[in-house]
């Protein structure tokens, strides 16, 4: 329907990310990393035909972004759409892409992707030209930003208004720091500026959208050994709680999960 956005994520974690936005008759993904296969099964139980899609908005060149991007734009035909240096970046990691199915997207520069009006926004990550996604559909807009060291004026400048905003809520600083399976190096890399944002930061972040009337939010890009979906809505619940507005009632609160594709949510522009 013509005044309904539906989204969902398909996946979303360190081990891959794929997320569904449909307005009209638009569908795409932002990012493609999982299998192609993967990918073009998870549409499928939600009912879409993934050669139906008209494209794939890539937010930077980590494999867990990429991994089926190549794949499914020659197997469906799909332009992609990057960062000119998101490209350089990823070319060779994803094999040919015939030139017909390359697009260049700028941070701050909007376009049309049929009937989605997209707006790609920069992130502060540690990877070429990272962005992240706001995308509109009449008076609806749903923004995505995961993959972020820190949430910044500009990216709350950015996605604040937003109908839904599924935001990173990737680790606990504790478990983190106890991973013997991370090196010092990795652990300050995760923890640094241009890293991932931390559950605290993703509950104080919920706040001033919510402040700002967002009523949809997901928790998305959980890591698989530094948290839990259990620990990640406890802290952006009991955020919540404290300023007296109730997960459930006044908004909705989800969690993206790693290898489980999400529920769809149907926005409305009456909301
Ligand atoms: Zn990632
Ligand atoms: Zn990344």
Request: charged content about 20%.
């Amino acid at each position: 329907m013509k005044n309904e956005m539906y989204f969902c994520p398909l996946y979303s974690g360190s081990s891959g990310n794929a997320l569904f936005c449909q307005y009209g008759d638009t569908r795409l993904l932002i990012d493609a990393g999982k299998t192609g296969r993967c990918i073009g099964e998870a549409l499928e139980s939600i009912g879409v035909s993934p050669d139906t899609l008209s494209g794939i908005l890539i937010t930077h060149e980590h494999s867990d972004h990429i991994q089926g991007a190549g794949v499914m734009a020659r197997r469906y035909h799909l332009p992609l759409y990057a960062t000119q240096e998101t490209w350089r970046a990823m070319t060779g990691k994803i094999g040919k892409v015939p030139g017909d199915l390359i697009r260049t997207v700028q941070s701050g520069k909007g376009f049309w992707l049929g009937e989605i009006g997209v707006e790609p926004f920069s992130i502060p990550h540690d990877a070429a030209d990272p962005v992240g996604y706001r995308l509109w559909g009449g008076k609806l807009s749903v923004s995505t930003a995961t993959d972020l060291g820190v949430f910044t004026q500009d990216v709350y400048d950015r996605i604040s208004g937003s109908t839904l905003v599924l935001l990173e809520s990737n680790h606990d600083p504790d478990m983190l720091r106890a991973n013997p399976n991370y090196n010092a190096l990795l652990k300050a890399r995760i923890l640094g500026d241009r890293g991932h944002l931390s559950n605290e930061s993703c509950a104080g972040a919920l706040l001033r959208l919510i402040a700002g009337g967002t009523r949809n939010l997901i928790l998305g890009h959980l890591s698989g050994e530094n948290n839990t979906p259990v620990l990640a809505r406890r802290v952006s619940e009991t955020a919540m709680l404290r300023e007296g507005i109730r997960p459930g009632a006044d908004v909705r609160l989800e969690v993206a999960l790693r290898d489980e594709t999400g529920e769809i949510f149907v926005l409305k522009e009456t909301e």
